[in-house]
């Protein structure tokens, strides 16, 4: 069975630009979620998709990021403008709906300068 | 909100010994506790999990104890192998619905010595 699959792997911008990350879920899984982890931290999450509705959003920063799952199965995380604190790694990660398992893919490292 | 505190953040042991470590949270509604292995350049990879209702879960070298009342729990590792180096993430999800938060510790990094 494939994982979770994020494009690209990495990224690097400079401050004030736009980025935008991908995530294509494990085939059945109803559930995906966005985290970020900066460095020698452990994932916090940003948003909780089911399908395509918003479950959680309560801790994206809204004024410059914004997530999307528009048929309930890829997803797009962006950012606009970045800022130098945006540095990390973005994971993906998607469950089976009511699941409490969540599988996360290689996530996408982020670096703006 | 749920906080969640990990030690320790290093730990080296040697190869065949056992490794110990420990989560402690902070609001009792939390009722899943996982496990994460992350290696070098890769995503979290779930080795492990365990509900409130349940009090320790084992698979083969690796288990897990619980205690509700203390709100803390412990990843073991036994018979450590040079592979089980990686940094290890507990986490405690507090379910809402459809909603399912997870809240991370801050890892620790395992050194495991040949």
């Known amino acids: 069975e494939a994982g979770v699959a994020q494009s690209p792997r990495y990224k690097i911008i400079e401050k004030r630009q736009s980025v935008a990350f991908w995530c294509n879920p494990i085939s059945g899984h109803a559930t995906l979620y966005w985290y970020q982890q900066i460095l020698g931290q452990g994932p916090k999450l940003l948003i909780q998709?089911?399908?395509?509705?918003?479950?959680?959003d309560s801790q994206l920063p809204k004024d410059r990021f914004s997530a999307e799952r528009l048929k309930g199965v890829d997803s797009t995380l962006k950012i606009q403008p970045a800022k130098l604190e945006d540095s990390a790694v973005y994971l993906c990660a998607s469950s089976l709906q009511g699941s409490y398992e969540q599988y996360f893919g290689p996530g996408t490292r982020l670096t703006v300068t | 909100g749920e906080n969640v505190e990990q030690h320790p953040s290093t730990l080296s042991v040697q190869e065949g010994d056992s490794a110990v470590i420990k989560c402690t949270y902070s609001?009792?509604?939390?009722?899943?506790f996982p496990w994460y292995k992350q290696e070098l350049g890769k995503g979290p990879q779930l080795i492990i999990d365990i509900r409130s209702n349940v009090g320790e879960k084992k698979d083969q070298r690796i288990a897990v104890t619980l205690n509700k009342t203390a709100k803390h729990f412990s990843l073991h590792i036994t018979e450590t192998q040079p592979e089980d180096s990686a940094v290890y993430f507990c986490?405690?999800?507090?379910?809402?619905?459809?909603?399912?938060?997870?809240?991370f510790g801050s890892g620790t990094q395992l050194t495991v010595l040949p």
């Open positions: 986490a405690a999800s507090i379910s809402s619905g459809s909603a399912r938060q997870l809240t």
């Open positions: 609001d009792s509604a939390s009722n899943y």
């Open positions: 998709f089911q399908n395509n509705g918003v479950v959680d």
